[in-house]
């Protein structure tokens, strides 16, 4: 079956530096701290990110619960842009893209979540599961992440 690209980005405006937001977001261990749900990232390669730095996560996902992904840091490019990519047993290679753009007083951070679907897939995902679903949680996401980078 054709698989097609499905891209969705999020945005939110953060009253924080770039170096800070991307320090802080390009720490995948941290992601927790943030992402809702149950999730947990432990490293798997020892000291600082960078390209090829891999971790392992647990998260549940529509109710399943400690659904595993490896995951790889695919871009470290301070402080404009961090990409990893997961590797999900259902949805094959998501890859994660964060754009850190300075904005007045603060930085302008966009996630970029990318993966390929079959179309009946991508329709309903499209249609029902991000306005639904997917947006509600990252709106939640986004505004958990901005109130502990602007209260630090």
């Not at 392992?56 to 842009?81: I, M, W």
């Not at 990893?84 to 893209?97: M, S």
């Amino acid at each position: 079956m054709t698989m097609i690209p499905v891209s969705n980005v999020y945005r939110v405006v953060i009253n924080a530096g770039p170096e800070k937001v991307f320090a802080y977001v390009s720490d995948l261990t941290r992601h927790p701290e943030w992402s809702g749900g149950k999730l947990t990232i432990e490293a798997l390669t020892a000291g600082s990110v960078a390209v090829g730095s891999q971790y392992k996560s647990f998260g549940e996902v529509a109710g399943q619960q400690y659904r595993p992904n490896e995951l790889r840091v695919t871009h470290y490019e301070p402080p404009t842009r961090f990409t990893f990519t997961a590797q999900d047993r259902d949805f094959g290679e998501v890859t994660h893209e964060f754009r850190f753009t300075p904005q007045a007083d603060g930085t302008l951070m966009e996630r970029t979540i990318s993966m390929k679907m079959n179309p009946a897939m991508a329709f309903a995902f499209k249609l029902f599961i991000r306005p639904l679903i997917g947006q509600p949680m990252m709106d939640k996401a986004f505004a958990r992440l901005k109130e502990k980078l602007e209260r630090s």
